[in-house]
């Protein structure tokens, strides 16, 4: 069989199978075209068009400008978020845009403090890379205080046994 015989198959089983309300609705959605004179592919696109619209880049936005980072996300993952909830916004500048909420969104406060004082011209990469260091400066400095923490109640400990064995 040739693919002209195999479209033509194809579209007659999906013609067949689609169900009365589904095929008028398709033969109102070509109009003034008839289905059976159109390929499957453009049959397909009519229907995905009409049951799955595009969304609106209004609505995009207002979810994009509410994203804040969440508990226990890091901040590749809050960027990563944040582009796909960008997807649909339609923005003329994205990574001003994607910079701007980023900064705005970040939960910890001495990172975004210090990029408040950057240049405006500060480029979306460069936030990043600051966000991720900060992140793990935080995280290296709560590993060794979280040490040192434990090394004193250690010590404390010893003390405090030492002075009671020497008080009996």
């Given at each position: 069989m040739d693919s002209t015989k195999d479209e033509a198959k194809c579209k007659a089983i999906f013609l067949s199978s689609v169900g009365?309300?589904?095929?008028?609705?398709?033969?109102?959605?070509?109009?003034?075209?008839?289905?059976?004179k159109l390929s499957l592919v453009d049959l397909m696109s009519a229907l995905s068009t009409h049951?799955?619209?595009a969304p609106k880049a209004i609505a995009e936005r207002y979810k994009f400008m509410g994203r804040k980072q969440l508990p226990g996300e890091n901040v590749t993952q809050?960027?990563?978020?944040?582009?796909?909830?960008?997807?649909?916004c339609k923005f003329n500048d994205l990574d001003e845009r994607l910079r701007d909420q980023f900064i705005f969104g970040l939960r910890r406060e001495h990172?975004?403090?210090?990029?408040?004082?950057?240049?405006?011209?500060?480029?979306l990469k460069d936030v990043i890379t600051h966000a991720v260091a900060q992140e793990a400066a935080d995280a290296s400095t709560s590993l060794v205080r979280g040490q040192s923490e434990t090394?004193?109640?250690?010590?404390?400990?010893?003390r405090e046994s030492s002075r009671q064995q020497?008080?009996?």
């Open positions: 009365l309300p589904t095929y008028t609705l398709l033969k109102n959605l070509v109009s003034p075209n008839v289905p059976a049951c799955t619209p809050f960027i990563v978020e944040l582009r796909k909830l960008a997807a649909h990172a975004q403090r210090t990029l408040f004082t950057k240049a405006d011209s500060i480029k090394m004193e109640t250690v010590n404390k400990v010893k020497g008080a009996q």
